[in-house]
């Protein structure tokens, strides 16, 4: 008896599991209006079964304009029915029932609909003029929602991981310019607002730009708080005194606070730092960021906020006006060279306070310079050129990060493995965009390259002849 319970219990598991895939099988593979949207777009649908309700052939000269805003999904369809010329716009449902149960028999911004497109025609509709819509049936190959469905049920977020290469190179680089474009924009905006807290100080902006990536990722916040809490302006009035700068930042940064480093209390630096700070603290009401806040776990030494801050005093204090230089440079190495700062003497044997070490990397490396240009510099120059209409300043924010070698990252590593490498950091910063805002959310059929695959004339997987739709 108990072994017969027991296979029991195993045998409605069984089901129950087979019960609950289906479900989430089901929910997948259900018809999509994004996925209508796309066939039509791109005119992917079976033009010689598109007929209106007497099964007269109707001839699509454009599928008209997408929209994504409220109202009809395409403006401007232009098509050809029984040599009669219609213009208007078209509605794409899954049901033509979805009509009514989206309130558009009731919205005369419907009334210009010339065609509705249907998964499935299961009622007749009417305009809020009251006119009856021409409805037809929108018929595409299936394997073309197979190739769909394997790219969104991919548990991987770069769905199309090793098929990039099946795509049209042409197509791919031109889709990566225009992601590189659209970061540094979406860049761009973010600068806008930190102009406008800065009361379009070009200086302070760029000096918070820079403090924020000068942390990398890892102490982006603490560095961004520490730029809020310390204006430039406090900083370049010590510009002539390097120790009272690295006072301003360390003192701030709340990195001077005993509890951090016990074995700073004999360390001579460490005490000339604290009491320049006192002074400066109490002069200029500063307020410091919790200490505890930075971190150094998983950092190779050389990038410890520590020898970064110091390296960040030695920017600031040896350029007088960061920006103004940086708008004198032509080329990418100029930036480079203004850029490559070394910390002070002190951190040639440190990397944490009151602890000696035998030597240390205290300049500025290539590939974290390389990272200040491509997230604070370039993007800081295509706005400049924005702004005051100076496109060659936009132009060479474009040729320096074409120039700079791809980041390192998991990222880029990630699409490297998948068949994709770029060539630069114009490229690599593609990527992420690409990544973050469409491969992350399996947008596929938004992303060139990933619709690319999805309309190739045979299924993707298991296929050995492979091509491209014209």
């Known amino acids: 008896m108990e072994?017969?319970?027991?296979?029991?219990?195993?045998?409605?598991?069984?089901?129950?599991?087979?019960?609950?895939?289906?479900?989430?099988?089901?929910?997948?593979?259900?018809?999509?209006?994004?996925?209508?949207h796309w066939v039509w777009k791109?005119?992917?649908?079976?033009?010689?079964?598109?007929?209106?309700?007497?099964?007269?052939?109707?001839?699509?000269?454009?599928?008209?304009?997408?929209?994504?805003?409220?109202?009809?999904?395409?403006?401007?369809?232009?098509?050809?029915?029984?040599g009669t010329a219609w213009a208007g716009n078209t509605e794409i449902h899954i049901n033509?029932?979805?009509?009514?149960?989206?309130?558009?028999?009731?919205?005369?911004?419907?009334?210009?609909?010339?065609?509705?497109?249907?998964?499935?025609?299961?009622?007749?509709?009417?305009?809020?003029?009251?006119?009856?819509?021409?409805?037809?049936?929108?018929e595409y190959d299936p394997v073309l929602w197979e190739?769909?469905?394997?790219?969104?049920?991919?548990?991987?977020?770069?769905?199309?991981?090793?098929?990039?290469?099946?795509?049209?190179?042409?197509?791919?680089?031109?889709?990566?310019?225009?992601?590189?474009?659209?970061?540094?924009?979406?860049?761009?905006?973010?600068?806008?607002?930190?102009?406008?807290?800065?009361e379009n100080d070009w200086e302070e902006t760029l000096y918070r730009l820079i403090s924020r990536y000068f942390g990398f990722r890892v102490n982006t916040d603490p560095f961004e708080m520490l730029a809020s809490r310390l204006?430039?302006?406090?900083?370049?009035?010590?510009?002539?005194?390097?120790?009272?700068?690295?006072?301003?930042?360390?003192?701030?940064?709340?990195?001077?606070?005993?509890?951090?480093f016990r074995e700073a209390v004999t360390d001579d630096y460490y005490l000339l730092l604290t009491r320049e700070y006192r002074v400066l603290k109490s002069k200029y009401s500063l307020k410091p960021v919790d200490g505890w806040m930075w971190k150094f776990h998983r950092l190779r030494p050389a990038n410890f906020p520590t020898v970064r801050l110091s390296q960040l005093a030695a920017l600031l204090t040896?350029?007088?006006?960061?920006?103004?230089?940086?708008?004198?440079?032509?080329?990418?190495?100029?930036?480079?060279?203004?850029?490559?700062?070394?910390?002070?003497?002190?951190?040639?044997?440190?990397y944490m306070f009151g602890r000696e070490v035998s030597a240390t990397a205290g300049r500025a490396g290539r590939e974290s310079v390389d990272l200040l240009i491509i997230n604070a510099v370039a993007p800081m120059l295509f706005v400049f050129g924005r702004l005051r209409q100076q496109q060659e300043r936009c132009d060479l924010a474009l040729d320096?990060?074409?120039?700079?070698?791809?980041?390192?990252?998991?990222?880029?590593?990630?699409?490297?493995?998948?068949?994709?490498?770029?060539?630069?950091?114009?490229a690599s910063q593609a990527l992420l965009e690409l990544r973050t805002y469409w491969c992350r959310h399996h947008r596929c059929l938004d992303c060139m390259i990933g619709s690319s695959l999805i309309g190739m004339g045979h299924k993707l997987r298991g296929s050995s002849s492979i091509f491209l739709e014209p």
């Open 96 to 138: 033509s029932s979805d009509w009514y149960r989206h309130g558009h028999h009731t919205d005369h911004a419907y009334d210009n609909v010339i065609l509705h497109l249907v998964y499935n025609d299961d009622a007749s509709v009417f305009t809020a003029s009251g006119r009856q819509l021409l409805t037809a049936r929108l």
């Open 42 to 82: 791109n005119r992917f649908f079976d033009a010689g079964r598109l007929c209106d309700s007497e099964s007269l052939p109707i001839e699509v000269i454009t599928p008209g304009d997408y929209n994504r805003d409220s109202g009809p999904d395409f403006f401007n369809t232009r098509l050809m029915i029984s």
């Open 3 to 36: 072994s017969h319970g027991h296979g029991s219990l195993i045998l409605l598991l069984h089901y129950s599991f087979l019960l609950i895939f289906g479900m989430l099988h089901f929910n997948f593979t259900v018809m999509k209006e994004e996925f209508l």
């Open 231 to 260: 204006p430039l302006k406090i900083i370049r009035k010590h510009a002539d005194n390097l120790v009272q700068a690295e006072a301003l930042l360390f003192g701030t940064a709340g990195l001077l606070d005993e509890a951090l």
């Open 400 to 426: 320096i990060l074409d120039s700079i070698p791809p980041e390192e990252n998991s990222v880029v590593t990630d699409f490297t493995e998948a068949g994709l490498r770029p060539e630069s950091a114009f």
């Open 318 to 350: 040896r350029t007088e006006g960061l920006f103004s230089r940086v708008l004198e440079c032509r080329d990418t190495e100029s930036i480079r060279r203004l850029l490559a700062v070394r910390a002070s003497a002190y951190w040639n044997t440190h």
């Open 147 to 198: 190739n769909y469905l394997d790219f969104v049920n991919n548990p991987s977020v770069l769905a199309c991981a090793g098929m990039i290469g099946k795509a049209d190179g042409f197509m791919v680089k031109h889709w990566l310019w225009s992601l590189a474009v659209d970061r540094l924009e979406r860049k761009s905006s973010e600068i806008r607002e930190m102009l406008e807290k800065t």
